[in-house]
């Protein structure tokens, strides 16, 4: 007898080390194959309709050997291990060693990725994936993205996810984060949507459009231009004061214009006292050492003889 179930989004269906029960078909919605390590779920695969979950039983194995998150609403149909393994039982010997050996191989498969991925992921997202994940996102929309009149790149997201896990590795989780992120900063949004296999679900992101890949391109360029180069990794820090400092300047120099040389000159004394009223610290020489460190280029004037 086969159960049907439905998941939030969010909600596990099992975790690492529960007995498994069921093999569980995936009829809608998505599941992240994940590894919980404290308070964290390490990203291992992400499943979606018409897949599996469970088929190790078939092997023997007694217990979950990872756990299974909802990605989104899912809806499942699980049918208890005893009637599987009754029909594969009943089931022509070449039939039972295939099955064996593609259930094994998917084993290890997973094995290995949740070693690997385990050892590499002490942190959400390591400083060296960084630029990793943006350029996955850059070359997959340009690439399979669809160019729109007003400079714009859509994409489906599916479409991204898929492609930047299966072609260039990355966790689809890692990719909706970085999206997030350009969200945010107004570089793209999200269009919305029910999905085909769930039309009375709540609604899901269905495409993606970028406003413009240059920045996309220009952001890993420059991170994996000062991370990998010897002794600059601190350029890439965040530094609070120095971004509300970058802020005021940045506010100050709108109505000024640059000169032949590109150069755009700003009141000295003016800026001081904007610092001093909005900051609350007298601006200092190592003030602008420390914005030339971050990459904004200044020069102070020179002291009056």
Request: aromatic share 10%; charged share 25%; glycine share 8%.
């Amino acid at each position: 007898m086969s159960l049907q179930k439905t998941y939030k989004k969010g909600e596990f269906l099992f975790k690492d080390g529960d007995k498994i029960q069921s093999l569980i078909f995936i009829q809608s919605g998505g599941v992240s194959q994940c590894s919980i390590k404290g308070k964290k779920n390490i990203d291992l695969f992400q499943l979606g309709s018409n897949q599996f979950l469970g088929e190790t039983a078939l092997l023997g194995q007694q217990t979950h050997s990872f756990s299974a998150m909802a990605t989104s609403e899912t809806k499942t149909l699980e049918v208890p291990v005893e009637t599987i393994k009754g029909q594969y039982d009943a089931a022509p010997q070449f039939v039972k060693i295939m099955l064996r050996s593609l259930a094994e191989r998917l084993k290890l498969a997973l094995t290995e990725v949740k070693s690997n991925k385990q050892d590499k992921e002490a942190m959400p997202c390591p400083d060296e994936v960084v630029p990793q994940v943006f350029a996955s996102i850059f070359h997959t929309v340009n690439h399979k993205g669809q160019k729109l009149k007003d400079g714009k790149t859509e994409i489906k997201w599916p479409m991204l996810r898929q492609y930047a896990q299966r072609v260039l590795g990355q966790s689809p989780k890692r990719i909706e984060q970085a999206l997030n992120i350009l969200v945010k900063l107004k570089q793209g949004h999200f269009n919305m949507g029910k999905s085909i296999d769930n039309p009375e679900g709540p609604e899901e992101i269905q495409e993606v459009v970028l406003y413009d890949l240059g920045i996309v391109e220009g952001f890993y360029e420059y991170f994996q231009y000062y991370f990998y180069k010897p002794g600059k990794s601190e350029f890439l820090k965040y530094d609070d004061f120095i971004a509300q400092l970058t802020a005021l300047i940045l506010k100050q120099s709108e109505t000024e214009t640059p000169d032949r040389f590109g150069v755009l000159g700003i009141d000295y004394n003016l800026l001081t006292e904007t610092v001093k009223e909005e900051l609350g610290v007298t601006l200092l020489g190592d003030h602008f050492t420390r914005l030339e460190n971050k990459g904004v280029m200044t020069k102070t004037p020179s002291p009056r003889k």
